[in-house]
């Protein structure tokens, strides 16, 4: 690449980055690691077993607390929040650190209040739980196919994107061809490892993760001359250039915010208003945390419910970290490199990392090519790949357990096991096809910051989803037609505001957009308010308005009636009765001898042993392990104290920081 660019044409700084990675240390610490991570998964896919959909989806309700919460970190910290929590820190500070701490007091409700309901209810998907709780086919139906959207709008697409900064920066690979091979390896593992594969190989991804970032952290601190230096020089952080392109520009657009370290900023003039913070903030997480498959299905792999609340506690910890693993070192980059992270004229953008509304994206990807000593720049950069890969992975697994669960039954009643299990490993190569081609759109509206791309988002489609869920835990007066039209009201609202945004752009410090004031004039977390209230109004108004569902169905499916033990007849029994009739016809034929080939196939793919049939009474005692929340006493406790232990810590961070 460098020989072909005369040094006339642009700065060569992408060539001389590129060729930083070279070097034997880098390459040998990537290669070891991507074998370790390959090697991991492969002992995990043969330990457990995927031959069945609750293997294969739930890794057979048989993990403990500390894989389950480090999974619960990673499948939540994917490169996008590398690259946009540091972009967003070096362009205004520290409050986006409170999107992390805010979920300190949602994984709490998760474990606590959603979990035990879900385990209860005996469900593997979150619209699964919606068609038990109310009944009806469209709810179900609606929630799989938004879930799948958003899956493709928000998480593939932007961990794609920031994952494939990173490579271009290091390799100088093209974008794309980095994009393919970066897929290639994550696919070929979730494909095949189903979620055993997919909680041990995060686990190990999270310990490499806080080690690599705790190291930069340490070197970026270092760097700088300590924390007391730090916030004194990033006051002071302005680029040099601030005039050209015949533009006037205000000073606001390129020096650094007066409350950057606060995180409690002014509700009217402030780019994360405190009220918003506090209460739009806490909607949207409800929905990410508490009724997000890609969430949930963690929780739902656990041993018993202490050790799903203790994951819970351990990821509320670790989800204390990226303010000083991310933000802080994002912050730092903008003193170190000003020129290139806080260039503020979009010509001087454009030289620098190719865009004209601002390169700090780039605040992260600075620092682990400048800063980090060789071979520990390959560890990093692994890490990136790690986190980025195991972002993925859970989601292509939820994704396809979405698929195959939700709708591939719908479509074909009489599908066997065997069937469901290559749906589902045939979608996943689908879902990586269509995000493939979003990439683009991910890259043109990248408008300079990621992470409000992915708040923003997330605030349109969220709360009604929220709303829905709260509704169907806390209140049973609520049926299925006010849950489906408070979301149907929830989504044209919602997607009127986002459609505008697309359309008219979200205007920079530069040039303000010209969408309408009554649309896009009110900060997307106090639309987020405004639609969460809304969607309650309509779900409550119409659930009034018509019959109530009786209690009968609803025992152990809401929560004044979880402890209740008498038999629950289902809402969707007719599907039941259907399956268990298709069940009896199934596969009696003796075991026909298989060639080579394809018993390796069979064994790849966990398709081999289909254990023995079991009796009535046998399933009675499975189906009572699967749904049993029942806790030792003594853990119970020492859960629970370390619950308010962690509270007490949110507290303190965010009053420290206020």
């Not at 805010?102 to 709490?108: F, G, H, I, K, S």
């Not at 409690?264 to 909607?283: A, K, L, Y």
């Not at 991310?326 to 620098?352: D, F, Q, W």
């Amino acid at each position: 690449m460098a020989s072909t660019l005369s040094p006339s044409t642009r700065t060569p700084s992408p060539p001389e980055m590129s060729e930083r990675i070279r070097n034997a240390a880098d390459i040998s610490v990537i290669i070891v690691y991507f074998v370790v991570v390959m090697a991991v998964g492969l002992w995990a896919m043969l330990k457990t077993n995927r031959g069945t959909v609750g293997g294969f989806f739930l890794a057979g309700r048989d993990v403990a607390w500390w894989p389950m919460g480090a999974s619960l970190f990673a499948s939540n910290i994917g490169s996008g929040h590398f690259v946009g929590l540091a972009g967003t820190g070096a362009a205004s500070g520290i409050a986006t650190a409170a999107f992390e701490w805010n979920a300190l007091l949602l994984l709490l409700v998760l474990g606590w209040f959603f979990v035990p309901i879900y385990i209860k209810a005996g469900v593997m998907t979150m619209p699964e739980y919606l068609r038990k709780r109310f009944g009806g086919k469209r709810l179900q139906i609606y929630l799989s196919i938004l879930s799948l959207f958003i899956c493709v709008a928000l998480r593939i697409s932007l961990d794609i994107f920031s994952g494939a900064i990173f490579i271009k920066l290091a390799l100088g690979l093209d974008l794309y061809l980095a994009i393919f091979i970066l897929l290639a390896i994550t696919a070929i593992y979730t494909i095949t490892g189903g979620l055993a594969s997919v909680i041990y190989t995060d686990t190990l991804q999270t310990i490499v993760m806080l080690i690599g970032s705790f190291i930069l952290m340490g070197f970026a601190f270092a760097e700088v001359g300590g924390y007391e230096s730090f916030t004194e020089k990033y006051m002071n952080a302005i680029p040099s250039i601030v005039e050209g392109d015949n533009l006037t520009i205000s000073s606001k657009c390129y020096t650094p915010q007066a409350d950057s370290f606060h995180i409690f900023r002014d509700p009217i003039t402030g780019d994360i208003p405190w009220p918003g913070m506090i209460v739009g903030m806490t909607i949207v997480a409800t929905w990410y945390w508490c009724t997000d498959q890609v969430i949930v299905q963690r929780c739902l792999s656990g041993k018993d419910m202490s050790h799903v609340k203790a994951a819970c506690i351990m990821c509320g910890y670790l989800k204390l970290l990226p303010m000083f693993l991310m933000v802080m070192p994002g912050m730092i980059s903008r003193i170190l490199y000003t020129e290139k992270v806080a260039c503020v004229v979009p010509s001087e953008c454009v030289k620098h990392c190719g865009t004209e509304v601002g390169c700090t994206n780039y605040a992260y990807p600075m620092l682990v090519m400048e800063l980090m000593p060789d071979g520990l720049r390959g560890l990093m950069l692994s890490v990136m790949l790690a986190s980025l890969m195991s972002s993925l992975t859970s989601i292509f697994n939820s994704a396809s357990t979405l698929f195959t669960m939700d709708l591939y039954t719908k479509i074909r009643k009489q599908a066997s096991e065997r069937e469901l299990l290559i749906a589902g490993r045939l979608f996943i190569i689908l879902l990586i096809v269509i995000s493939i081609l979003w990439v683009p759109l991910v890259q043109v509206s990248q408008n300079g910051q990621l992470f409000h791309y992915m708040e923003s988002i997330s605030s349109y489609l969220g709360p009604p989803i929220a709303a829905v869920f709260l509704l169907a835990i806390f209140c049973k007066r609520v049926n299925e037609q006010g849950a489906f039209w408070g979301l149907m009201t929830g989504l044209v609202i919602g997607l009127i505001r986002m459609i505008a945004e697309f359309a008219y752009g979200t205007g920079s410090c530069l040039a303000a957009s010209d969408c309408p004031k009554i649309i896009c004039g009110v900060h997307y977390l106090y639309f987020a308010i405004i639609l969460f209230f809304v969607s309650i109004m309509v779900i409550l108004g119409i659930s009034l308005l018509t019959k109530p569902i009786p209690d009968i169905h609803l025992y152990r499916l809401c929560w004044t009636l979880r402890n209740n033990t008498e038999e629950r007849i289902d809402l969707d029994a007719e599907d039941k009765i259907h399956k268990e009739v298709d069940d009896g016809i199934d596969e009696d034929n003796p075991e026909e001898t298989r060639g080579c080939l394809r018993k390796t196939y069979d064994l790849f793919c966990g398709l081999q042993k289909k254990g023995p049939k079991l009796s009535k009474e046998e399933e009675e005692a499975l189906k009572k392990k699967l749904t049993d929340t029942s806790e030792k006493p003594l853990w119970r406790t020492i859960v629970n104290i370390n619950a308010i232990l962690l509270l007490a810590v949110a507290v303190f961070a965010h009053a420290y920081f206020a």
